[in-house]
């Protein structure tokens, strides 16, 4: 790599993909980021173009390209990450046979209920270490397998979605072992015990009912797999035609690593739309510790690790809705002076005495981690409640829940770790000061907002020969981070209100949601 060289980190959630371009040797980076958007056939149903997914990828990598001096030169190696779960059917040049079934889809949700009331997800989570839910590929398949067989029939493979931009760009169809890993048709405990390589799970493919069907799940890649960028692809995209482009990983172990996190020395919490709370373990031990917490996912990730993943729709999405859906006069008012509504809002919480009464959040809007169907509420409301408060118990009740989460995680644990924490709330520091305070760790925050592009880019940059390792790649590209201690003198006061917030949590996760 020469010294004005560049890597390039591709990304592609559930409704946007991004291009990072890092000029490593200058420590700067630019992102582009293109929609992507979904479709709902009927009520539950999640789907997307792959076509459209691929030409929006190509056209963020274009436009950056444009903006950087000479850049298809430039560009040593494309790294990869993209959500995980979900299925990409794809034929044997990697184009689409169908629409993308996305991993919110839950079209088999009435089959997940009866392998669950049959035990299946125990004996599931045994193998995969991954719990039972209705966006995996094999109840989307076992779907597909009843209502689309002719769909399945023309389709060589069934693959993630980082996958399926992997065969646009190198013209390979392949599977890589991260991904692969994430969505429970995979044996990972018995590839925890030396097997050289990730195989299918005879015990899933035989429960979901794909034993026709067990031909589509290939035979999984290294993460650090790298091909070349075929001339159509460089077409697309403006790149040089031969540019090492590397596998990659699915998008949380992307995050983990890009937290600069390799080890199991660390929590990493990502919080976003999602509660993404995750432990790195020694792949021994990965079986063990999955039975005893039930991770909602795992997957195997760099370095011979497992992450465990605890997750749930409990997190920063709760305050968007409180404040554009229910508590509207706050941002109204913030909106008519000229200020930022989430910033002025979290300032406001930062100055406000709280008191051990104050009410309390419950942030279900979009489910629980028990319950897809469970709903949120405010609990403890007197006269006396206004917006301060009513917003306040928002942005506390979002840092309980992930609480709530890392503990699972803890009690695997030998001691209580640390913290990293990504996604918007780390834009307030008092929002970052509140997870301290309840989670009573430290936390540290990065300035660096694509984490995942990090991880992605520092292979790309082991790939292309300019860092030993990844870790070495991310200490580069994403070298500051700040901490927030915990406040003693508050140790006390949140645990009263965190044993108040379990027990309301609890109470509200048994409730017959279902209609």
């Known amino acids: 790599m020469t010294d004005d060289g560049l890597l390039l980190a591709i990304d592609a959630g559930g409704s946007v993909v991004k291009a990072t371009l890092f000029e490593f040797a200058a420590g700067t980076s630019a992102t582009v980021a293109r929609p992507v958007p979904l479709t709902h056939p009927a009520p539950g149903e999640s789907e ?19 903006d950087a001096q000479d850049a298809p030169r430039r560009v040593s190696a494309v790294g990869l990450t993209a959500h995980g779960n979900g299925v990409y059917l794809v034929d044997s040049d990697g184009r689409p046979t169908r629409a993308a079934v996305m991993a919110a889809d839950t079209r088999a949700a009435p089959l997940v209920r009866r392998w669950t009331a049959d035990g299946l997800g125990e004996s599931l989570q045994a193998r995969s270490w991954n719990g039972l839910w209705a966006g995996q590929p094999g109840p989307i398949l076992a779907v597909l397998a009843r209502t689309e067989p002719a769909e399945l029939a023309a389709s060589y493979a069934a693959v993630s979605c980082k996958d399926y931009l992997w065969a646009q760009l190198t013209g390979v169809v392949e599977t890589e072992l991260s991904a692969a890993s994430a969505g429970a048709l995979y044996d ?34 290294a993460s650090e797999t790298t091909r070349p960028l075929t001339r159509e692809a460089a077409e697309a995209t403006g790149l040089l035609p031969g540019t090492p482009v590397i596998a990659g990983v699915v998008d949380n172990a992307a995050m983990q690593h890009g937290s600069g996190v390799l080890d199991s020395d660390t929590i990493c919490i990502g919080a976003g739309t999602w509660s993404i709370n995750q432990v790195l373990v020694p792949a021994r031990q990965a079986s063990e510790a999955a039975m005893s917490i039930r991770p909602n996912a795992a997957n195997i990730a760099l370095g011979g690790m497992a992450l465990l993943c605890e997750a749930s729709p409990t997190s920063a999405s709760n305050l968007d809705w409180a404040l554009n859906r229910a508590v509207r006069g706050a941002a109204i008012g913030d909106l008519a002076a000229g200020l930022d509504v989430y910033a002025a809002r979290l300032q406001r919480e930062g100055q406000r005495t709280r008191r051990l009464d104050d009410p309390m959040f419950l942030p279900f809007i979009d489910g629980s981690r028990a319950d897809s169907g469970a709903r949120g509420a405010w609990v403890g409301l007197s006269s006396a409640t206004g917006e301060d408060e009513l917003l306040g118990a928002v942005v506390e009740g979002i840092c309980l829940e992930h609480r709530r989460h890392v503990d699972r995680l803890q009690a695997a644990l030998p001691r209580p770790l640390p913290v990293r924490l990504s996604g918007g709330a780390t834009r307030s520091e008092q929002w970052c000061q509140r997870f301290a305070d309840i989670l009573g760790v430290p936390v540290e925050t990065s300035v660096v907002a694509e984490l995942g592009s990090v991880c992605v880019g520092a292979m790309a940059g082991v790939g292309a020969g300019v860092f030993t390792d990844v870790a070495a790649g991310v200490q580069v590209l994403n070298p500051r981070w700040r901490t927030h201690q915990p406040d003693s003198a508050r140790i006390e006061f949140e645990a009263a ?19």
């Open 48 to 66: 997307r173009d792959p076509d459209a997914l691929w030409r929006a990828a190509a056209e963020c990598v274009q436009e950056l390209l444009a």
């Open 188 to 221: 990972s405990a018995g590839w925890a015990t030396g097997r050289s390589r990730l195989e299918v799970s005879e015990h899933a493919i035989e429960a979901f009912g794909l034993t026709r069907w067990q031909h589509l799940l290939l035979a999984p890649v």
């Open 497 to 515: 209100r965190y044993a108040r917030y379990c027990a309301l949590a609890d109470h509200f996760d048994k409730l017959p949601w279902e209609a």
